[in-house]
């Protein structure tokens, strides 16, 4: 298995708090990939990096923002937590080209905003 | 703009019977994709990929899937399902030169019953 760790794994907060997903990875892998999982929506695209300090958005990237300050670690931030970000978030990684690689998923963090 | 559709949300199927799980992309450009599997409480697992070159690809766990660019399908198959099967089932589509940026299908549960 791909080294990727996901901290919390689980998380409860109220709307209206900050709150910041971990993923760290051993395999320094330069891309790395933020998604969110809803039911009938499979998997869609945050924010992603394609290396320290470079962060671009994906396709619902609003409400969130990313940070990216050593090849291991990538931080999602939700810097107003609302119940429409209640979900289960996933971070990949991919080797150095990006281009047709395969992504390798951690084992997500499932967040709740009540 | 890319898009993927599972065309079907939920496959219930007998032990040892044959299933196809259908995939349907748009793009107008050359595109590469993927199949994944989530077991229930886990990060997403490669199946199969197809890159380029000949059209069935074969993966992991005795699956299966084809390529059809004019029918623009990627279609995965197994001939004999097992109650370890059961999970939900993601096809990915990727363009090149996105920086490996994926679009996931909604996603397929496949339900083995004995």
């Known amino acids: 298995d791909a080294g990727i760790t996901q901290s919390p794994r689980h998380k409860v907060t109220e709307t209206g708090t900050p709150v910041t997903l971990r993923c760290h990875q051993t395999?320094?892998?330069?891309?790395m990939y933020w998604y969110r999982q809803d039911p009938g929506h499979g998997l869609r695209l945050i924010h992603y990096?394609?290396?320290?300090?470079?962060?671009d958005k994906g396709e619902v990237s609003d409400g969130y923002s990313v940070s990216r300050s050593k090849t291991e670690d990538f931080l999602l931030t939700l810097e107003s937590a609302t119940s429409s970000q209640t979900s289960v978030y996933f971070c990949?990684?991919?080797?150095?080209?990006?281009?047709?690689?395969?992504?390798?998923f951690g084992p997500g963090t499932r967040l709740t905003v009540l | 703009a890319q898009s993927v559709t599972q065309l079907d949300s939920q496959v219930p199927v007998f032990e040892e019977a044959p299933v196809e799980l259908r995939c349907n992309y748009s793009?107008?450009?050359?595109?590469?994709l993927f199949w994944y599997v989530q077991y229930p409480n886990q990060g997403l697992q490669l199946l199969l990929k197809y890159l380029s070159g000949s059209t069935l690809v074969k993966g992991i766990n005795g699956f299966e899937a084809e390529f059809n660019k004019s029918q623009t399908s990627f279609h995965l198959r197994k001939p004999s399902v097992h109650i370890s099967d059961t999970a939900e089932y993601f096809c990915?589509?990727?363009?090149?030169?996105?920086?490996?940026?994926?679009?996931f299908g909604q996603g397929t549960e496949l339900s083995v019953k004995p």
């Open positions: 793009s107008s450009v050359s595109v590469y």
């Open positions: 990949a990684i991919s080797e150095s080209s990006g281009n047709h690689n395969e992504q390798f």
């Open positions: 990915a589509v990727g363009r090149y030169n996105q920086g490996g940026k994926l679009i």
């Open positions: 395999e320094n892998h330069r891309y």
């Open positions: 990096s394609y290396g320290v300090k470079d962060t």
